[in-house]
């Protein structure tokens, strides 16, 4: 939901009116702007949209106004209209400021991922035009001053193993897993940092015999932010950085351990509504450079997640990867299947 930022006041403190934003408000927003964007998305058929309202800008910069422990992500939006005997209003009673220069102005506190402000055209004789007008910010939102590992998701979730070494065969698991995830909250086109961790802790069910192997992959790198799809709906990161991965059997005749690489991958995630997301996550690994083929790794991953209070966040995903390459004479295939819960604290 998007609501004007006098008509959030007024929510906030109950009776108090709406009044101007002041110099030194101003002054303060420019100090506090954000590396954030709120994209404003109207109907590309022209059918509802008030027909002589412009945007000045598509992309708009967000601000942080602090407010006593937090920070409430505000927007400054500037449209131009010229009809002569007609004014623009948000909602059905407020009106929208005029400017100096005869542009309209209004600035609206963003209350999750995707807003909507209703714009209405007015004249005397109560003639009207109404057009919705979408403010996309995914990574705006209200926070509070904590560190952003808190951000951090412990997952829990079902393995599916599959396992086959040369001189054993083949060994089948299924066991509890756990897990532990972070990937750097967006703040534009700026570096950030992913890692993970999973490790099966408790095998319930194993054939050809009773086992309760650990296997363990993670991979920590660094993400970059690029634009491969038009839809600002659309987030995407590239991932350079290093993986491992280890099979502990405790003394079957089975398992490796202490196994790096390079790990390149990307990710790309959809912003359905101002809650929900989804997103897509692939990352490659070749074991050995001499023949990165037959000797690599790549591990696939799909989630839903939701957005919590402040950066929490709640997740639905599975993940499947598979590891092939050679130790001596030893071959060994790895599948692995899980799907997992998620949820930061």
């Known amino acids: 939901m998007f609501i004007g930022a006098h008509q959030a006041m007024a929510q906030d403190e109950k009776k108090e009116e709406p009044k101007e934003i002041s110099k030194e408000e101003k002054q303060l927003m420019r100090a506090q702007r954000a590396l954030w964007l709120a994209h404003i998305l109207r109907d590309r058929s022209g059918k509802n949209i008030i027909s002589d309202l412009k945007i000045s800008k598509e992309r708009i910069p967000v601000f942080l106004i602090p407010q006593n422990d937090s920070f409430r992500p505000l927007v400054k939006l500037e449209v131009e209209f010229n009809r002569p005997g007609w004014q623009l209003f948000i909602g059905d009673k407020l009106p929208m400021r005029k400017q100096a220069d005869g542009s309209f102005v209004l600035y609206a506190y963003l209350r999750s991922r995707l807003n909507a402000v209703e714009i209405r055209a007015r004249n005397e004789q109560g003639a009207e035009e109404r ?25 829990l979730g079902h393995s599916f193993l599959v396992y086959e070494q040369t001189s054993f065969g083949t060994f089948v698991a299924q066991s509890l897993l756990l897990g532990v995830r972070y ?13 993970d961790f999973t490790a099966t ?17 993670g991979r920590i790198g660094i993400t970059y932010p690029v ?4 839809n600002p709906k659309y987030r995407t990161k590239l991932f350079l ?26 990710r790309t995630t959809y912003y359905r509504n101002g809650q929900n997301s989804y997103s897509g996550e692939f990352h490659y690994s070749p074991i050995e450079f001499s023949d990165p083929l037959a000797e690599s790794s790549f591990r696939l991953v799909l989630d839903w997640s939701m957005n919590l209070d402040n950066l929490r ?19 060994i295939y790895i599948d692995a299947i899980s799907v997992f819960g998620s949820i930061s604290f």
């Open 131 to 155: 057009e919705i007008l979408y403010l996309f910010a995914p990574e705006a939102r209200e926070f509070k001053l904590v560190s952003p590992f808190d951000s951090v998701l412990f997952t």
């Open 183 to 195: 990937v750097s909250p967006d703040k534009g086109n700026t570096f950030g940092l992913l890692g």
């Open 201 to 217: 802790v408790f095998t319930y069910d194993s054939s050809p015999i009773e086992q309760n192997p650990q296997f363990m992959e």
């Open 227 to 230: 634009k491969l799809i038009k």
């Open 241 to 266: 950085g290093a993986s491992t991965i280890n099979f502990v059997s405790y003394g079957s005749p089975f398992g490796f351990s202490g196994l790096y690489s390079a790990d390149l991958g990307i």
């Open 313 to 331: 966040q709640a997740q639905l995903g599975f993940s499947y990867s598979n590891h092939r390459f050679k130790v001596g004479f030893e071959e």
